[in-house]
């Protein structure tokens, strides 16, 4: 079945359309035959894996018939019926024949496409690895010219990891993966271990040559499913075993030069079957005994000044993507703020947010205004160029999330970002006077009528209402908000003015906004009290 974003699915979407099947409520094997001896070439029995190419053809380990198909990009021809257009493995679409040779499969079950369009073939029964030079360019029935796990293309004896051909062969491999480095991942249920062969054009990879087995953090169970992080930086290895665990280990060369696996990092799980994990991080897997897929979602949004995971329209956001290296180096613009930054845009409900900062793989944006409130909607990065999703998440917006703008660590929390009547910052050394005015800076308004267009600033009023309860403490007592604007140079920062009470005792003070019901660093996801402790927060006070 084929979905058009994979990031909408909750397990009620419909998918778009079927591949295989006449309609998505057939189940016939070798439709419409349904005959398991009657193959042709739109039909499938029992397909186990699936690779996309550069050019979205996608390819079927069709492991009932004994063959590969491929699928000419299903989604841009999605209009048109789908029948395969090749087949490897077998000489025609109706040829049942199975032999070992280099044009043959037996059970195709884990496919991987490398850099250099070559298609590799996990054929489980022959316990053999087999590629497909440059496929796209293949007729039906060709013959791969390079066997892995073997000595040569006629020999199928299952490796046992002992005596000479240790390093050579494998048994039973059930999944196969291609890092960005053009590194193969086996499956090897004979020891059990991880093979890997370096099969970049560099290496020259020869049939029959000897490959690094990787040790597993429990060999009582063997791999079942491998995975590599798509990101050339950050290339972990993700596998899942019989045991029902998804076991994250070090890079390979981390892993070749002694590297330990951090057992805590280990996923308990139930009957996977599949796993794979996409450019933000987050991790898929197929559960065979419960007949779903469980999804790890590793991205977040947060409010940029409390780190809480709380947002309105105009708050000064980050959306992280643990795993995904964005850039180098810092990348920080100054307002007016565009919507792309670093190569990088962040689409809130649709809407392109501005951006003020990338930073290794933090984007921190504002949150458009007209974002809708009280709802959940989808937060995007996607490459400014060419569109591709870097990384997905549904958060939920709130009608305010103010949160006071720090200046440095104090005692029991931090100092305010806060302006004394004279203009001069708020500080030990340049405290304010009881009696005098006190300039505090926020983010989190929410929506603001007639604010300036997104990314760009101006000093439009914040209403402040008694009426809903709208109260700023200042050193204890509650005071009476002077002036409520947007900042007039800073796109998504609040001002508020108040003038400090006589009765407030000098010294750092607690400071502290209830706005629209939500108290400033507010915490819906703490486990005990939501509001961080009343010194949290607090400005420099002489008398």
Known sequence: MAFSDYRKMDGTQIADFVIGQA???????????????KPANAGLNTPTGLAVDSAGNLWVADTGNSRVLRFPAPFANRDKPATA???????TFASTLTESSSSSLSRPVSLAVDSAGNLWVSDAAFNRVLRFPQANGLSNGASADLVLGQPDFVTVTPGTGSGDQVNQTVAIPLSIAIDASDRLY??????????????????????????????????????ISVTIHPDPDNQVILYADGGGRIVKMPDYVSMALGAAIDTTSVIGTYGVRSITIDPAGNIYASDSANRIALHYDSAGVTNA?????????????????PGVQLVASDVNASAPYTTTLGGYSVLVDGIAAPIYAVTGNTVKFIVPNATPVNDTVDFMIVKSDTGAVVSYVRSPIYIAAPAFLQDQKITGGYSVKAF????????????????TDITLLLTGSGFVQGAPPDGTAGATPVVIDSTRHDTLVLGGPMVTVKSSTLDATTPGVWRVTATIPASVTAGPVPVGV????????????????????AFG???????
């Open 85 to 91: 257009d090749l087949v490897l493995g077998k000489a």
């Open 420 to 435: 004394n009547s004279d203009g001069s910052a708020n500080s030990a050394s340049h405290p304010a006077k009881v009696g």
């Open 23 to 37: 309609d998505l409520s057939s189940n016939l094997v070798n439709s419409p035959s349904n005959d398991s001896t």
């Open 514 to 533: 209830l706005y629209k019901g939500v108290v400033v660093n507010w915490n819906p996801a703490a486990a005990s009290a939501n509001i961080r402790a």
């Open 305 to 321: 000044v409390n780190g809480f995971q709380i947002v309105a329209p105009l708050t000064m956001a980050a959306m992280s993507t």
């Open 186 to 223: 086996v499956t090897d249920t004979s020891l059990p271990r991880i093979m890997v062969w370096d099969v970049s054009a560099g290496a020259n990879p020869q049939s029959g040559s000897q490959g690094y087995g990787l040790g597993l953090v429990d060999n009582n169970y063997i791999p």
């Open 537 to 543: 927060s607090g400005i420099y006070v002489s008398r």
